[in-house]
């Protein structure tokens, strides 16, 4: 016989009569149903229940709407998604139902879905994406000027993408990684996500239509305002009717009706918000608990909410709810950070105020700067154990097994704002890594690194490198002043380079991470593969990203000045 969660309940209500504690009635249930007992939150929260005299053991009514999102629909969707591949996450799973939208100062222009698809590729942004938005731009004017701006992701940065819009006269704005200059990221979307949070969407067209009217609900408010404004200055109703189909067109004005109830309402409450609604009164969400999480999250607020909600009796989705929407509190991560030393804070700080001092001078110096170090990409890549699930019913006891010294390609590049230099990889003969030492790092500067510099006007370009023990012998650092002069950025070189400094190396705070991210996207097997992604990925990278490096490494630099020269908190905490 199969057990619901009544014949549970009752377990436990036999339990708490019994005087049993918490603990030994969750391990007498996992000692006899194992997988199939109930979570010791459940017990917990029954107990509760049942401390406050409730004896009935069904589910409290409900007068919500019925089911909308776990329908048998949904469900075969979400089947075919993991019998497809086990290893698919929740956000690939939401974005089976995704979509992209383009919106102008006249308002939204195009909402598209991406249907079957799950991501946003370069195929897709060119075959169906970006037609129907240049159609709809150019439907009165076929010669309409268009600007696009976009971030930097590489599904609208792909060389097919740039090439596409050349083709349609489509001008490109070209601007850093900035969500907090973009109006969709810092404004629009996180409005929106809110007017939809609670909306169960079971298509894409319903998702098209509920984002359309989201957009049109933020233009109305800035449409309230500006009919009060009118009303103020005693306008009638027909000419703030037509002000208001002047700015935004006969489609997406209100009607006069509309209007003349907006007005109605303002003149009878003072406000044009909706009258409260008439639904269920809140039973968790109350004043009281909202005090007593606020209380509980201000005696310990690293507690996590899985044992916060267990304490307080409270639902970990309640728990949420008042903690995101009640007291707007966030869950912050701690940051991990090297140690730094009273000295290396000295060396940081120095190291910032020269640098100051020459683009006092020279306000593009840094741009003169050639970056350089090494790093190793492993043929395994790595497993981020959080991000890594498997959806099954049983559990498949699948586990991934790491070598003890795997397989991998050490690589050396410098950059600059006007390129990259690399990668020069590291190897013997037979195409394995070997250790980076003195002889070795000597042979890349003479035979390789040198030799890619003829022909340039290196006249005023300074060479950077860390510490490392095979950068700085004297060998190395003679010949490298011998190409530089004077200015060589290093440990024992002209300028000293400050230790335990990656946060300052744009190699380390940008190359390696994203070409980490990129080279294992299609999983090489071989180190082979792995090398020729390196090489693609390097050669794939546009000056416009290095001179945004460029301007990113000045800003912490000055984030460096300011802070003494210890963390880049600016910069490690950015809000």
């Given at each position: 016989?199969?057990?619901?969660?009544?014949?549970?309940?009752?377990?436990?209500?036999?339990?708490?009569?019994?005087?049993?504690?918490?603990?030994?009635?969750?391990?007498?249930?996992?000692?006899?149903?194992?997988?199939?007992?109930?979570?010791?939150?459940?017990?917990?929260?029954?107990?509760?229940?049942?401390?406050?005299?409730?004896?009935?053991?069904?589910?409290?009514?409900?007068?919500?709407?019925?089911?909308t999102?776990?329908?048998?629909?949904?469900?075969?969707?979400v089947?075919?998604?993991?019998?497809?591949?086990?290893?698919?996450?929740?956000?690939?799973?939401?974005?089976?139902?995704?979509v992209?939208?383009?919106?102008?100062k006249?308002?939204h222009?195009?909402?598209?879905?991406?249907?079957?698809?799950?991501?946003?590729?370069?195929?897709?942004?060119?075959?169906?994406?970006?037609?129907?938005?240049?159609t709809?731009?150019?439907?009165?004017?076929?010669?309409?000027?268009?600007?696009?701006?976009?971030?930097?992701?590489?599904?609208?940065?792909?060389?097919?993408?740039?090439?596409?819009l050349?083709?349609?006269?489509?001008?490109?704005?070209?601007?850093?990684?900035?969500?907090?200059?973009?109006?969709?990221d810092?404004?629009?979307?996180?409005?929106?996500?809110?007017?939809?949070?609670?909306?169960?969407?079971?298509?894409?067209?319903?998702?098209v239509?509920?984002?359309?009217?989201?957009?049109?609900?933020?233009?109305?408010?800035?449409?309230?305002?500006?009919?009060?404004?009118?009303?103020?200055?005693?306008?009638?109703?027909?000419?703030?009717?037509?002000?208001?189909?002047?700015?935004?067109?006969?489609?997406?004005?209100p009607?006069?009706?509309?209007?003349?109830?907006?007005?109605?309402?303002?003149?009878?409450?003072?406000?044009?918000?909706?009258?409260?609604?008439?639904?269920?009164?809140?039973?968790?969400?109350?004043?009281?608990?909202?005090?007593?999480?606020?209380?509980?999250?201000?005696?310990?607020?690293?507690?996590?909410?899985?044992?916060?909600?267990?304490?307080?009796?409270?639902?970990?989705?309640?728990?949420?709810?008042?903690?995101?929407?009640?007291?707007?509190?966030h869950?912050?991560?701690?940051?991990?950070?090297?140690?730094?030393r009273?000295a290396?804070?000295?060396?940081?700080?120095?190291?910032?105020?020269?640098?100051?001092?020459?683009?006092?001078?020279?306000?593009?110096?840094?741009?003169?700067?050639?970056?350089?170090?090494?790093?190793?990409?492993?043929?395994?890549?790595?497993?981020?154990?959080?991000?890594?699930?498997?959806?099954?019913?049983?559990?498949?006891?699948?586990?991934?097994?790491?070598?003890?010294?795997?397989?991998?390609?050490?690589?050396?590049?410098?950059?600059?704002?006007?390129?990259?230099?690399?990668?020069?990889?590291?190897?013997?003969?037979?195409?394995?890594?070997?250790?980076?030492?003195?002889?070795?790092?000597?042979?890349?500067?003479?035979?390789?690194?040198?030799?890619?510099?003829?022909?340039?006007?290196?006249?005023d370009?300074?060479?950077?490198?860390?510490?490392?023990?095979?950068?700085?012998?004297?060998?190395n650092?003679?010949?490298?002043?011998?190409?530089?002069?004077?200015r060589?950025?290093?440990?024992?070189?002209?300028?000293?380079?400050?230790?335990?400094?990656?946060?300052?190396?744009?190699l380390?705070f940008?190359?390696?991470?994203?070409?980490?991210?990129?080279?294992?996207?299609?999983?090489?097997?071989?180190?082979?593969?792995?090398?020729?992604?390196?090489?693609?990925?390097?050669?794939?990278?546009?000056?416009?990203?290095?001179?945004?490096?460029?301007?990113?490494?000045?800003?912490?630099?000055?984030?460096?000045?300011?802070?003494?020269?210890?963390?880049?908190?600016?910069?490690?905490?950015?809000?």
């Open positions: 016989m199969e057990l619901n969660r009544e014949h549970f309940r009752a377990i436990i209500y036999y339990n708490f009569q019994r005087q049993v504690s918490q603990q030994e009635c969750l391990a007498e249930l996992l000692s006899v149903f194992s997988n199939e007992a109930p979570h010791q939150s459940t017990i917990s929260r029954w107990y509760g229940e049942f401390k406050r005299g409730r004896v009935s053991l069904s589910d409290d009514p409900r007068v919500g709407a019925p089911k999102t776990v329908t048998q629909e949904n469900v075969d969707a089947r075919k998604l993991i019998i497809e591949d086990r290893h698919v996450t929740y956000r690939e799973i939401e974005a089976s139902k995704m992209a939208t383009f919106v102008s006249a308002g222009i195009e909402t598209i879905p991406l249907n079957e698809q799950r991501t946003v590729t370069a195929d897709w942004y060119t075959t169906i994406c970006l037609p129907k938005v240049i709809e731009l150019r439907k009165v004017n076929p010669e309409r000027r268009i600007i696009l701006h976009q971030d930097n992701a590489s599904s609208h940065t792909a060389q097919k993408i740039r090439q596409y050349t083709e349609d006269n489509v001008e490109l704005l070209d601007t850093p990684y900035s969500p907090n200059l973009s109006p969709n810092f404004s629009t979307f996180p409005k929106i996500k809110n007017r939809l949070r609670g909306q169960r969407l079971q298509s894409s067209e319903e998702a239509d509920a984002f359309k009217k989201a957009v049109l609900d933020l233009r109305a408010e800035w449409n309230v305002l500006r009919k009060l404004l009118l009303y103020k200055n005693g306008a009638k109703i027909k000419n703030t009717f037509r002000a208001l189909r002047e700015h935004f067109g006969r489609n997406n004005r009607n006069e009706t509309t209007i003349g109830r907006l007005v109605r309402k303002f003149e009878a409450t003072g406000s044009v918000a909706n009258l409260p609604g008439s639904g269920r009164p809140r039973s968790v969400r109350t004043p009281e608990n909202i005090a007593v999480v606020k209380e509980s999250v201000r005696d310990d607020p690293k507690q996590s909410t899985t044992r916060r909600s267990q304490e307080l009796g409270i639902s970990r989705t309640s728990l949420l709810r008042i903690l995101h929407k009640d007291l707007t509190v869950a912050y991560k701690i940051q991990l950070t090297q140690e730094l009273r290396d804070h000295i060396s940081r700080r120095t190291f910032s105020d020269w640098l100051l001092e020459h683009r006092q001078i020279d306000a593009n110096f840094s741009s003169k700067i050639m970056f350089s170090d090494e790093a190793h990409f492993t043929l395994n890549g790595t497993v981020n154990k959080q991000n890594c699930r498997i959806w099954a019913n049983e559990n498949p006891r699948e586990y991934r097994e790491q070598p003890m010294h795997p397989q991998k390609v050490t690589v050396w590049c410098a950059l600059w704002s006007k390129g990259i230099i690399g990668p020069y990889i590291f190897e013997n003969a037979a195409g394995d890594a070997v250790t980076v030492n003195y002889e070795r790092h000597h042979v890349m500067i003479e035979d390789y690194f040198l030799p890619q510099l003829e022909g340039m006007d290196m006249d370009v300074y060479f950077q490198q860390d510490g490392a023990t095979c950068h700085t012998t004297n060998v650092i003679h010949r490298l002043q011998s190409s530089f002069g004077d060589v950025i290093s440990r024992r070189g002209n300028v000293p380079w400050p230790p335990i400094s990656c946060d300052l190396t744009p380390d940008f190359l390696w991470g994203y070409l980490k991210r990129k080279v294992y996207v299609n999983k090489p097997a071989t180190l082979q593969e792995l090398k020729n992604n390196i090489i693609a990925e390097i050669n794939a990278i546009e000056p416009t990203m290095l001179q945004n490096v460029i301007e990113n490494f000045d800003h912490r630099v000055d984030v460096c000045k300011s802070s003494r020269g210890e963390h880049l908190s600016d910069i490690i905490f950015h809000t």
